[in-house]
């Protein structure tokens, strides 16, 4: 069915089944107890999830499998999201045309880019694809965006004005993205008991895109063109010396990558109708190679699980403060919970990126595969107790001869 | 004329004469052996027909047509593979993958991009790859991952990946190297067959007398860069320049 065998199948159908219901999964807690900042069932961090799993999908079809390392991701986001936007102000709200151009624009400039730096491999094929994003970014951030061309709107980011043109926008529509007519903002919002779960319009349309992206690159993976970009990684040389082209190959993904990029910007404007060039930056570019690598390059669902890692902790580390802390603490005799919360102090707030370091350290070191490797290691070590209980038992019911 | 004409062919690594006015003329459908000490220049002579390195001057001419200035895949495409000296495979694959890589390279051109296809598609494919690894005897290893193999392994995988594309001219860098008796006994019946049922054109280089005398039409001996002798195998056994620079050294 679906053309996947078994255990990719069943692993499509848990992704749908997380992601369908993610609205509960995230909110475990009472909207009103003392856990509830662990919540993340808000419509605007699920979207992120969402997004950033696409954006991480594309570019683990780069790196993950050809092992060519773009630190320029970033730029075919950002790309994404100024063409998205661009349809806001000149046709429509309607996201759809805004979402197709942004893979397509995001498409061709990867093509531009793919062909210079693919002539590189390793090491300078990763700073060619930099020097590219970065030269991006200044483009967008103050060249392209000068009174008589403004393109970009520099630092204040492109955002749809009153007066621009929306030539086949109708009074009838909402003044807000929308999917013919359904705002992207329209949310529902369940009260069962004390808890509050959200249902929002633009998180069930990310969720279809990203479904079906997920897909297509599993269907990529296990297909002869995903073997070829394997064999790249494993061993170029042997590749071209049985007559494959390797440029042609890692091109594609590279544009493939670069559109599932767009795909991500353009949803993010669809989401919220604006465009800046801080998503173009190389901290940008950096987050995606993190977020692959810690969830498990070259796996299917290792993309998804470190973005959802990633965005998971950014937001609620970042939203943990001196008060949260000490209030978690007051059962210790104070001397002891001042000391705590002076250790932990810099690891919240503004500073989880130190947390998230130490985190991607840790993994790097002790896991090379991820979080992808991390749980095949508690499955086995299950595996391996349950196979030793049932010999156990093999032996207690074989009787003695 | 030779299917392959190498002529004047010359290379030097800084101060080394690699090559040195090296002509080399393989006839079509024969086993073209060449020997020599280490550090002859026989790899870097292969080196310079796959397009490697490119001879500093000389020319190298495969069914008419010059090689020189072509990419390795264009090479391969025009009929000509190579066996390595240290096992060139893909490691991190399994060996059934490594055989169809080939296949599909045969039968695709250099590139396509069947990024929706499955290869329950592939059946032609599947068959051609699945019938070499029994030729080899490895079908049992088929979803084995081939960085687990023994070398001798890896270098079967690896002949079957070039035997697979059916080449025209089939370039072996010591095939045998790192085999066990037996595993050499099988390669060079393989060989004979291959050379008796196909059209295939094989050029080899070999350290083990053995299997050069049981397989090779000519022979060419290669010393410090300069070809010594071309001349029938009965030939060569008793030629004393040759027993000098070559087997002289594995007598003593
Ligand atoms: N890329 C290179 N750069 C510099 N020197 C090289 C290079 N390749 C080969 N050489 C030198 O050229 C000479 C010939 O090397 P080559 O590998 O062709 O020998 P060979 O006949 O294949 O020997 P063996 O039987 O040991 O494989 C050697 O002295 C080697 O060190
Ligand atoms: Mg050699």
Sequence with gaps: MLGLNFRDRSLFFIVIALTVLAPFILNPFPSESSLAQ??????????????????????????????????????????????????????????????????????????????????????????????????????????LSNPKFNLTNGETGLQVYADDPQWLHRDSLPDLP?????????????????????????YYLCVVIMLIVFYIAIRLFRSPFGMMLRAIKSNQQRLNYTGLNSRPYTLAAFVISGMYAGLAGG?????????????????????????????????????????????????IFSKINDQ?????????????????????????GKGW????????????????????????????????RKKTEDAAKDAANTPAE | MGILEVKGVNKRFGGLQALGDVN???????????????????STLLNCLVGKLIPDTGSVMFDGQSVLGCKPHQINQMGISRVFQTPEIFSDLTVLENIMIPCFAKRDGSFRLHAFESFAQEKDILEKAEAILED??????????????????????????????????????EPTAGMARADTNNTIDLLKQINDQRDITMCIIEHDMHVVFSLADRITVLAQGRPLVEDAPENIKGNPKVQEAYLGEVAA
């Design chain 1, 267 to 315: 949803l993010m404007a669809a989401m919220d109708p604006l465009a800046g060039a801080e998503r173009m930056q190389w901290t940008a570019s950096g987050e995606v190679v993190l977020m692959v690598i810690l969830g498990g390059a070259g796996t299917l669902i290792g993309p998804i699980l470190g973005a959802g890692f990633i965005k998971y902790f950014e937001n």
């Design chain 2, 136 to 173: 080899v005897n490895m079908a049992d290893k088929r979803h084995m991952h081939s960085a687990s193999m023994s070398r001798g392994d890896k270098r079967r995988l690896e002949m079957a990946m070039c035997l697979v594309q059916e080449p025209r001219l089939l370039l072996l860098d």
């Design chain 1, 38 to 143: 662990f919540n993340a069932g808000y419509p605007d961090l699920m979207q992120r999830f969402v997004i950033f799993g696409i954006f991480a999908i594309g570019f683990n079809i780069l790196f993950g499998l050809t092992g060519y390392l773009s630190f320029g991701h970033a730029a075919f986001l950002g790309v994404g999201s100024y063409a998205a936007v661009w349809v806001f102000k000149l046709f429509t709200y309607n996201v759809l045309p805004a979402i197709i151009l942004a893979v397509a624009v995001a498409g061709l400039f990867s093509l531009l880019i793919g062909y210079v730096s693919l002539r590189r491999s390793g090491i300078y094929f990763s700073i060619l694809t930099l020097a590219f994003a970065q030269m991006s970014f200044a483009l967008a951030y103050s060249v």
């Design chain 1, 324 to 348: 949260i802390l000490h209030q978690w603490f007051a059962f210790l005799p104070d001397g002891l919970e001042d000391f705590l919360v002076f250790i932990i102090h810099p690891f919240i």
């Design chain 2, 24 to 42: 080399l003329s393989v006839k079509e459908n024969t086993v073209h052996a060449i020997i020599g000490p280490n550090g002859a220049g026989k």
């Design chain 1, 178 to 202: 929308h999917l013919f007519g359904l705002s992207m903002r329209s949310n529902y919002q369940l009260d069962i008991g004390a808890w509050t779960f959200n249902f929002n319009v633009g």
């Design chain 1, 353 to 384: 990126h130190l947390t998230l370091g130490i985190l991607f350290m840790l993994v790097v070191i002790f896991l090379p595969g991820g979080l992808v490797e991390g749980g095949q290691r508690l499955g086995k070590l299950f595996g391996r």
